[in-house]
T-cell receptor
Framework: NAGVMQNPRHLVRRRGQEARLRCSPM?????VYWYRQLPEEGLKFMVY????????ESGMPKERFSAEFPKEGPSILRIQQVVRGDSAAYFC??????????FGEGSWLTVV | AQSVTQLDSQVPVFEEAPVELRCNYS??????LFWYVQYPNQGLQLLLK??????LVKGINGFEAEFNKSQTSFHLRKPSVHISDTAEYFC?????????????FGGGTRVLVKP
């Protein structure tokens, strides 16, 4: 997982603020995935993107959450008007088409 | 839809003893199978994967897993654990031929290696 870069590693937000999490995939990878890990739980799929396209967002909450993967630059997971229940670790992963996915180190969001 | 069940949420084990972590899955189509390890406050590292071929898969750090199609299981084993193996272990599946490589994870098994 050495090549998937996430920032920030730790983020503290007050309720009602916005959180932006960034992910740069491994070199040569055009597929990006976001997963969420709530405390004491396993990882849950949120969204799968390719460059400029959302392919599968079946795991995204219907409100306040959005994701993008622009032609240039990192993928961004955006959470608007954060609530305490959004506190979690958010992991980005990347892959080439049909290959093993590799995870980043994660971004830990704490909502106070 | 797929599901993954890790039967043990916690496994305490003494150093140099063997360990087995159980994983069962449910799917109506063929799947790929994976084991990941997560050290405290870190991301997930791939231990091993089964895509096809030999049902016994060897991974990093001395771990191995055996795919059993009839029992829909993919149990992870290590013959002799070290203190450094203390971590959380996740079993995961993805669907063959699906767009992308979306993983479905089990709930995790926390391994605590005692001296």
């Amino acid at each position: 997982n050495a090549g998937v870069m996430q920032n920030p590693r730790h983020l503290v937000r007050r309720r009602g603020q916005e959180a932006r999490l960034r992910c740069s995939p491994m070199k040569g990878h055009s597929h990006v995935y976001w997963y969420r890990q709530l405390p004491e739980e396993g990882l849950k799929f949120m969204v799968y993107l390719q460059k400029e396209n959302i392919i599968d967002e079946s795991g995204m909450p219907k409100e306040r959450f959005s994701a993008e993967f622009p032609k240039e630059g990192p993928s961004i997971l955006r959470i608007q008007q954060v609530v305490r229940g959004d506190s979690a670790a958010y992991f980005c992963a990347s892959s080439r088409q049909g290959n093993t996915i590799y995870f980043g180190e994660g971004s830990w969001l704490t909502v106070v | 839809a797929q599901s993954v069940t890790q039967l043990d949420s916690q496994v305490p084990v003494f150093e140099e003893a063997p360990v087995e972590l159980r994983c069962n899955y449910s799917s109506s189509v063929s799947v790929y199978l994976f084991w990941y390890v997560q050290y405290p406050n870190q991301g997930l590292q791939l231990l091993l994967k089964y895509l096809s071929g030999s049902t016994l898969v060897k991974g990093i750090n001395g771990f191995e897993a055996e795919f059993n199609k009839s029992q829909t299981s993919f149990h992870l084993r290590k013959p002799s654990v070290h203190i450094s193996d203390t971590a959380e272990y996740f079993c995961a599946v993805s669907i063959l031929k699906a767009a992308g490589n979306k993983l479905t994870f089990g709930g995790g098994t926390r391994v605590l290696v005692k001296p």
